[in-house]
């Protein structure tokens, strides 16, 4: 009945009950910015490491099976050329595609409810989902979980994908059908699967997704860097005192 204020050290919110705050009154915080640039960082070295191959590489030099000098082995796709789907291009998309126009991304498609500001300096081509499913070779996930995204990349999506595209979500685990997912890795619906993020978390060490080869999985690191997480945290606690103390808090959410 005290409860006044809700500080996340975090940007989503679906780990608390939005609506029975409004109705109480109490406010909510959140840390949006502070983690732009770490949750692209690992957008990035995610999406490198399952194009390219690395865990499996890894595990090869480890179990003693990396053999002599074959041409195609653990070859995947690279970025040069390549045309990269953004699903949302909010501040972690922009900062995603930033990054990766460094590797010599010849296109940059992106899909939401309207164009945006800012895509223009990418650039970035505003089309419809089924059309940058269609169309991409990197298919990056940054968009927030709402009712209409929740369980969005499903059989259906997958299936209009490319046969060798490559699948990174770094945004909520319920952005995808994890059962639909498995199927497309194991059908070669689609080539890899990136993600830093599931349902549930942690996921279950006996979940289909860690047996295949062709998905890499991280424990929701997305903002892991110590810069910040230390940031995150001032940001949540300067949330909390200007909530108690009836001042504007420097990140509230609306409700």
Known sequence: PSLRVVSTVSVGYD?????????????????PGV???????LTVALLLTTSRRLIESTHHVKNGTWGSWK????CGPGLSGST????????????VGQRLKAFGVKR???????PKLGAETLPAEFVSLDDLLQQSDFVVVCCALTPETQGMFNSAAFKK???????????RGDVVN??????????DTIAYAGLDVTTPEPLPVDHPLLKLTNCVVLPHIGSATVETRTAMAMLSARNL?????????PAQVQL
């Open 108 to 114: 940059f498609l992106y899909c939401g409810h309207s």
């Open 15 to 31: 780990h608390v009950e939005p609506q029975q705050l409004k109705e109480r009154g109490v406010l909510l915080g959140n840390t």
């Open 84 to 95: 990269v789907g953004l699903v949302g291009l909010g501040r972690i998309g922009q900062a």
């Open 241 to 249: 005192l200007a909530g108690l103390e009836g001042k504007p808090m």
């Open 178 to 187: 994890q059962d639909d997912l498995v199927e497309a890795l194991q059908s």
């Open 161 to 171: 994908m490319k046969k060798s595209a490559v699948f990174i979500n770094t945004s």
């Open 35 to 41: 983690l732009t640039d770490a949750t692209a960082e």
């Open 71 to 74: 041409a195609f082995w653990m």
